[in-house]
């Protein structure tokens, strides 16, 4: 989530305020879909590319804008950068609305890398970090439609 370099003070409040919210607007969502039928639906898969290059192992978080109630869907990418999203652990989509779109990758230590090496678990050791201009609250949007939406997201570092 953070790319490389020293954080100030202020970022590190505002990575860890914006992965509590995260964290609570996700358990919220998964009570409010898990209750009932939930709101519909449009499936979302698509590919997230860096200068071209496959985004691989980041987060992919929809968030739904002027509807209510405001349930976020997720997912991540594979080594090919591809995605798709889920709303609930069996519910495969994604709100129909304009949603603002946050797309997040983190940097592991050494000693986490070789902990999931020792599960056997497949381990991305290169870090993607997304750039800053696309970190912005809105500065990723998408709309999300009835039925299939591929959504690609081609980033720049420039």
Not at 6 to 30: H, K, P, Y
Not at 33 to 45: A, S, Y
């Amino acid at each position: 989530m953070i790319a490389s370099g020293t954080l100030n003070t202020n970022e590190v409040r505002w990575f860890a305020m914006s992965r509590t919210t995260l964290i609570a607007g996700i358990a919220a969502a998964l009570l409010i879909v898990g209750c009932g039928r939930g709101p519909k639906l449009g499936d979302v898969e698509g590919v997230v590319t860096l200068d071209g290059k496959p985004v691989p192992y980041a987060v992919v978080i929809f968030v739904p804008q002027n509807v209510n109630p405001r349930v976020p869907s997720f997912g991540a990418t594979d080594a090919t950068g591809k995605y798709s999203l889920v709303i609930s652990r069996d519910r495969r989509g994604a709100v129909l609305a304009e949603h603002e779109v946050q797309i997040l990758t983190e940097k592991m230590s050494k000693r986490e890398l070789q902990d999931l090496k020792e599960t056997g678990a497949q381990v991305n050791t290169e870090f993607v970090p997304i750039p800053k201009k696309y970190r912005a609250d809105g500065a990723l949007k998408a709309e999300v439609k009835g039925g299939m939406n591929q959504i690609d997201f081609q980033l720049t570092s420039q």
